[in-house]
C-alpha cells in the first residue's frame, strides 16, 4: 500500500524539513522509500520558496542530512485531501490544521502531533530552534529523530499510525 505523509510546521523552513529528512532518511535505510511518499509545508507564507534557515541547515549537515534542495511552501487545500496523514509539529500548528481541514473538502483528514510517535520524547511540541537563538537544535533533532523511529515502526508493522506504540497511553 502507498502512503503518503505532509509534515508541517509554521514556515517551512526550520522543523518540518528537518523532519522530512529524517524520515525520508529512515524510510530509505527500511526499503520503504518506494512505499511512502514524504512532504514538507508550513501554515504561513512568510519564507515562500525560501531555502532551510541557515542554522537549520548546518545542525541537519552535522548529522548526515542534506537539506540544501528544499523550498518552503505553503499547506494547501489540496493537502488535505492528496495526504493520507497529516503530522504537525507543535500543538499550535496541529489546532490550525483541524480547523483548515474542517473547512476542506476532506474534514476527515488524518492529523496528528508527529511526537505521538515518539517513544523517548514526551513533550507534544518539537521546540523551534528558530525562535531560541539556536540552543536547542541537537534537542530537537533528537526529537524528530525518536518520533520518526516510532513511527516508522508503526508504518513497517502495518499499524494503524494514528495508534501509539505499545505501552502508551492511548
Same mark, same amino acid.
Given at each position: 500500500?502507498?502512503?503518503?505523509?505532509?509534515?508541517?510546521?509554521?514556515?517551512?523552513?526550520?522543523?518540518?524539513?528537518?523532519?522530512?529528512?529524517?524520515?525520508?532518511?529512515?524510510?530509505?535505510?527500511?526499503?520503504?522509500? #518506494?512505499?511512502? =511518499?514524504?512532504?514538507?509545508?508550513?501554515?504561513?507564507? @512568510?519564507?515562500?520558496? +525560501?531555502?532551510? =534557515?541557515?542554522?537549520?541547515?548546518?545542525?541537519? !549537515?552535522?548529522?548526515? @542530512?542534506?537539506?540544501?534542495?528544499?523550498?518552503?511552501?505553503?499547506?494547501?487545500?489540496?493537502?488535505?485531501? @492528496?495526504? &493520507?496523514?497529516?503530522?504537525?509539529?507543535?500543538?499550535?500548528?496541529?489546532? +490550525?490544521?483541524?480547523?483548515?481541514?474542517? !473547512?476542506?473538502?476532506?474534514? &476527515?483528514?488524518?492529523? =496528528?502531533?508527529?511526537?505521538?510517535?515518539?517513544?523517548?520524547? #514526551?513533550?507534544?511540541?518539537?521546540?523551534?530552534? @528558530?525562535?531560541?537563538?539556536?540552543?536547542?537544535?541537537?534537542?530537537?533533532?533528537?526529537?524528530?529523530?525518536?518520533?520518526?523511529?516510532?513511527?516508522?515502526?508503526?508504518?513497517?508493522?502495518?499499524?494503524?499510525?494514528?495508534?501509539?506504540?505499545?505501552?502508551?497511553?492511548?
Amino acid at each position: 500500500m502507498n502512503r503518503r505523509i505532509l509534515i508541517v510546521c509554521r514556515n517551512n523552513i526550520c522543523r518540518s524539513p528537518a523532519a522530512e529528512a529524517v524520515l525520508r532518511r529512515r524510510l530509505e535505510r527500511h526499503g520503504l522509500d #518506494r512505499r511512502i =511518499e514524504v512532504d514538507s509545508a508550513g501554515t504561513h507564507a @512568510y519564507h515562500l520558496g +525560501e531555502g532551510v =534557515e541557515t542554522r537549520t541547515a548546518r545542525a541537519a !549537515l552535522t548529522r548526515g @542530512y542534506c537539506l540544501a534542495a528544499h523550498r518552503a511552501r505553503r499547506i494547501a487545500w489540496q493537502d488535505f485531501e @492528496y495526504f &493520507d496523514l497529516i503530522l504537525a509539529i507543535d500543538r499550535g500548528v496541529l489546532e +490550525e490544521l483541524q480547523r483548515m481541514a474542517a !473547512l476542506s473538502n476532506r474534514p &476527515d483528514a488524518r492529523v =496528528e502531533l508527529l511526537t505521538h510517535h515518539a517513544t523517548q520524547h #514526551r513533550d507534544d511540541d518539537v521546540p523551534d530552534p @528558530y525562535l531560541s537563538l539556536g540552543a536547542s537544535f541537537d534537542a530537537v533533532f533528537d526529537m524528530l529523530e525518536d518520533a520518526a523511529a516510532g513511527l516508522l515502526t508503526a508504518l513497517a508493522a502495518g499499524r494503524p499510525v494514528d495508534t501509539p506504540p505499545a505501552g502508551e497511553p492511548a
